[in-house]
């Protein structure tokens, strides 16, 4: 097996689609291997940068291949689980490039192709990616287009707006104040109807991500439709 | 950051109005007013950065005025994919991580920039207003226009508004003593002439989700409604109760008594709670046995928790500590009948 095949092999365990067998194959070579590990652990760098996870140390040689990984990276014109293994190749530049030459964190709203079925199905990849300063929007539209969700996403874009493989709400950052106690989260809400409509904003997402707290009564689209007369 | 509701024909009208008596060019209240008559005026877009309780969140806004009424977009730059969609008297609100959507009736009030609207008709007794020497925001020139309070007891803002558009660039809700408490920046602004309906749709597609609904407007009347009606002595300066209604809140196992105060700019919520059996004695005023007053800070804004005449009350507002814990303090408990309307705010 040539280095691309093993590659190609390494790529599809990190997607979770080489068969079993092979897996426990490839694993004993990743034990042997070293030049296999560094590829490994390098998909599992891009993994971590394109999830805004703290990036891992990487190697100084990296920028050499990311620079020309950039400038090389074809650009992408099917949606499948290939394409994805080529952009890590490119991604991998740009992370690495980005650790290197200090890194401005670009929100890419990759283009998922999606019917509603395989909104349900389909499996988070990609929320954000690294670039370089400098990355001029050629490429980073190549990097945007290409993180796809896996499989069953294959359908046209929506009308309005192609939407994300999946979302990512950000930790709050320390120190912050919008906790909101239970006991008082419906009089900060009833409040907020009479006040700020960026408070309003606030309290709305700190409520979502608690449950218990949500003020809501479960409806319908069609219920909320028929409430209020609003085009949709 | 904007405090309470403001009514953008209205005050459209009255801007034009009051342009026509020309106030002085150095007046700091002409930029006010044209800052007034851009925003209910003018169709914007752009990206901003707000800034509260030790939180950033970016945010890109849509806002179109027109002759079907203001809708408004705004959304998440933070990968969250949520967006806030205020169109025909409702507010949607998207949350793809959760896949829900929120729905509320709203009256068409509570935009992002309305509440600028106030600046210009502050009592003089309570905020100063002065313009500072220009400076430059997002690369434009802007006229710095402070509105500051004129003792400790409320906040004071300053806005940025950009001499070209008199759009505000930036704004600050200030302490007394000059800390921001809050900040929005714009940092990409644009005003097209026509905006498409389609830059004011969600751009997630929400069917199959969980659709939740809220009603904070759920007022109660005859029987549910209190025996006690709740008056004020010795208000803060300036502030005076401006709406009471009693209203059910969700979860709630008795109506609750929602007072507004506000001093014209800035605005704190009462709520009364009905006194529960055994809950404290009645008559006693502060603290119970079972629960001391307690404050908690809420982002910009601050709550008190505190008992009055054995009735659990709640003070919230974007207001220094002292004052929401004064204005918890001057109620008094009174006879059901008489006091001010029932119902509606301002």
């Known amino acids: ?93 740009a992370a690495v490039a980005a650790s290197v030459a200090g890194a401005a964190i670009m929100l890419l709203r990759g283009s998922v192709p999606a019917q509603e079925e395989a909104l349900v199905a389909y499996s988070p990849t990609v929320e954000y990616a690294v670039l370089p300063h400098g990355t001029d929007q050629r490429a980073a539209s190549q990097l945007a287009v290409l993180p796809v969700a896996h499989g069953r996403a294959t359908g046209p874009g929506r009308e309005q707006g192609l939407e994300p493989a999946s979302y990512v709400v950000p930790p709050r950052s320390a120190g912050n104040t919008l906790a909101i106690p239970a006991s008082l989260a419906n009089y900060a809400m009833a409040h907020s109807a009479v006040s700020s409509p960026l408070v309003r904003r606030s309290l709305l997402s700190t409520l979502i991500g608690n449950e218990a707290l949500l003020p809501f009564e479960d409806t319908g689209p069609a219920a909320a439709d028929t409430q209020t007369d609003v085009p949709h | ?24 060019a150095d007046d700091p209240r002409t930029w006010l007013e044209r800052m007034g008559h851009a925003i209910a005026t003018r169709n914007y877009q752009g990206t901003f950065v707000h800034e509260h309780g030790g939180q950033t969140d970016t945010l890109h806004i849509v806002h179109r005025v027109g002759d079907s009424g203001v ?16 169109r025909a008297g409702q507010l949607r609100t998207y949350f793809p991580d959760q896949r829900v959507v929120l729905v509320e009736s709203t009256a068409q009030e509570g935009l992002l920039l309305t509440e600028l609207l106030q600046l210009n008709t502050v009592a003089p007794q309570l905020y100063r207003l002065s313009e500072a020497p220009q400076a430059r925001v997002s690369g434009r020139s802007a006229h710095v226009i402070d509105v500051e309070p004129q003792d400790e007891l409320r906040y004071g803002y300053r806005v940025w508004i950009d001499e070209a558009s008199a759009m505000p660039l930036k704004t600050q809700l200030r302490t007394p003593a000059g800390s921001v408490v809050e900040q929005l ?31 904070s407007a759920v007022r109660v009347a005859g029987p549910g409604a209190p025996a006690v009606s709740w008056q004020s002595e010795q208000l803060p300066a300036g502030f005076r109760m401006t709406a009471r209604s009693t209203r059910l809140l969700p979860g709630a196992r008795s109506a609750v008594t929602h007072l507004v105060f506000s001093d014209g700019l800035a605005t704190v919520s009462v709520f009364v709670e009905q006194s529960e059996p055994g809950a404290a004695a009645p008559g006693r005023r502060g603290g119970t046995a079972h629960a001391a007053p307690s404050m908690t800070t809420l982002g910009p804004s601050v709550a008190f928790s505190t008992f009055v005449d054995g009735h659990k009350v709640i003070a919230i507002g974007e207001v220094p500590a002292d004052t929401v814990r004064a204005i918890a303090g001057s109620l008094r408990a009174g006879e059901a009948a008489g006091g001010p309307r029932d119902g509606g705010h301002q």
């Open chain 1, 1 to 93: 097996m040539n280095r691309d095949e093993l590659d190609s092999q390494l790529s599809a365990m990190f997607d979770g689609e080489l068969p079993a067998v092979e897996c426990e194959l490839l694993s004993r070579r990743l034990t042997r291997e070293e030049q296999l590990r560094a590829t490994w652990s390098r998909y599992a760098v891009i993994g971590a940068a394109l999830r805004a996870e703290p990036v891992a140390e990487v190697r100084p040689d990296f920028a050499r291949r990311v620079s020309a990984q950039l400038h090389g990276a074809p650009a992408a014109a099917a949606v499948n689980v290939r394409a994805a293994r080529a952009w890590r190749g490119a991604a991998l530049g």
């Open chain 2, 1 to 24: 950051m904007f405090r309470t509701s403001a009514r953008v024909a209205a005050f459209a009208s009255l801007s034009l109005g009051a342009a026509a008596v020309a106030l002085p």
């Open chain 2, 71 to 86: 809708a408004e977009r705004i959304q998440a730059m933070d990968g969250s994919g949520r967006e806030f969609v205020r």
């Open chain 2, 185 to 215: 920046v714009f940092t990409e602004l644009t005003l097209p002439a026509q905006i498409d309906d389609s830059a004011l749709e969600p751009q997630v597609d929400a069917r199959g989700w969980r659709w939740l609904r809220h009603d």
